[in-house]
């Protein structure tokens, strides 16, 4: 009787998790395995903490969009259409664009070369063309509920993070030590990976998926048509599960490579494919099949939402037909927005640019726009007239304040390293 219990508790967790546990998984896409990767190969164990400082900052971010999500009715976008000046609205979009469909392009290459890399007979570019096709037709052809529960379960495959630094010996009292004391090295380097870090895992484009998509998951909910505190707390748990989650890959990632790529001295890692070539001698064949697996698996949950996001912003801008529940012909323009940025991003192997100059862009650009977009998040979050009662406590209100300050101060690093000599 228990055991029964027991299952129908974790089958109803189950159920509760959706795009809260969606965006947390994305945000681990292979763009940032590569900087997390590198963040141990070159510096150890010594940006494990970061894990902790970024979960509250994320959670407490991505909250806020899903309750502006369900109150409003509306996508971030559509939030900020309805009661701010356009041109905001077009400065978002002129600035995100650029930045998402360069993260995509990041993200097929990474893909494509850990493919070749598990099947050397086969061209690095033969996957990127694959994967990009792939995802085009399941995300057109599948309904919502479908891409949703897929993407959910894709999420196990991030599992294997968990596993991979057990394959190899560690020095428990190390990883404490680094885990809850802060390592600060004032130095070029080792403040652009924080600011790398940082940038990856509170990253705009997620703002903009969560709003969206919780309207989207309210839409398929049963009966409950109407906001209230039991709907509320749900969504909470759910947000709170995926950037725990999100929290946790980063941080066995940085665990993995800190101890097995930096203790062999192997200290400058450019690319997913290097990390996982890199740990098959170290850690040997399993730790280094795992890890290559991880990358594909979370670049089929993240370029979803990449591409979902885009086509949301647009959507929401122009006032198009939107929604993954919707068939090509009901949402043309929201489908090729999706179509478009998912072979511009193919496209920018084939044009001279790397994988590593897209994501460096990308930082620059996510670095720019995510603290003048957190804090119009702010705004919203706390204006009576759009959230009514579900306007921000004080607890949130906290993490996001100190999420806009150091995404400021990151911001102004980012631009300083990019000029400094």
């Known amino acids: 009787m228990t055991h029964i219990k027991k299952t129908n508790r974790l089958s109803k967790f189950w159920k509760l998790l959706g795009p809260g546990l969606v965006t947390g998984a994305s945000d681990d896409d292979p763009s940032g395995i590569a900087t997390y990767s590198q963040a141990g190969a070159a510096y150890g164990l010594s940006t494990l903490w970061t894990s902790i400082i970024a979960f509250p900052l994320m959670a407490a971010i991505q909250q806020m969009c899903a309750k502006i999500g369900i109150v409003t009715s509306l996508g971030l976008t559509g939030t900020l259409k309805k009661h701010y000046p356009r041109p905001v609205l077009y400065l978002m979009l002129l600035f995100s664009f650029p930045a998402i469909v360069m993260n995509i392009g990041a993200d097929i290459a990474g893909m494509g070369a850990v493919g070749n890399l598990l099947f050397p007979a086969v061209d690095a570019s033969f996957f990127s063309v694959f994967f990009t096709l792939l995802l085009l037709g399941l995300i057109i052809y599948l309904p919502y509920l479908r891409i949703a529960a897929i993407l959910k379960y894709l999420c196990i495959v991030m ?158 801008t122009f006032g198009w037909e939107e929604g993954l529940d919707k068939k090509f012909h009901e949402a043309k323009g929201f489908y090729i927005i999706i179509a478009i940025s998912l072979l511009l991003g193919l496209s920018l192997n084939y044009v001279g640019i790397s994988p590593v100059k ?64």
């Not at 101890?259 to 890199?278: C, N, P, R, S, Y």
């Open 159 to 316: 599992l294997v993070y968990f596993v991979v630094p057990f394959l190899y010996k560690q020095d428990l009292g190390a990883i404490l030590k680094a885990t809850f004391i802060p390592t600060i090295r004032f130095n070029k380097n080792f403040i652009a990976i924080l600011v790398g870090i940082l940038g990856t895992t509170i990253s705009p484009y997620l703002f903009f998926w969560q709003a969206s998509v919780e309207v989207e998951e309210t839409k398929n909910r049963e009966a409950r048509l109407i906001v209230d505190k039991k709907l509320i707390d749900e969504i909470k748990t759910d947000v709170d599960f995926g950037m725990t989650f999100s929290g946790l890959v980063m941080y066995f990632i940085i665990l993995t490579t800190g101890t097995v790529l930096f203790k062999a001295g192997v200290h400058q890692i450019d690319t997913v494919e290097q990390a996982a070539l890199a740990l098959k001698p170290l850690a040997g064949n399993l730790a280094y099949l795992l890890f290559a697996a991880g990358v594909i698996g979370t670049g089929l949950i993240a370029i979803p939402v990449l591409s979902g996001s885009l086509s949301y912003i647009f959507s929401e």
């Open 358 to 421: 897209a994501l460096i862009y990308t930082a620059i650009l996510y670095g720019l726009t995510a603290p003048v977009l957190i804090a119009i998040i702010l705004h919203i979050s706390n204006n009576k007239k759009i959230m009514g009662e579900y306007v921000n406590g004080r607890t949130t209100n906290i993490l996001g304040f100190a999420a806009l300050i150091i995404m400021s101060i990151a911001a102004g690093l980012l631009v300083y390293l990019q000029f400094a000599d």
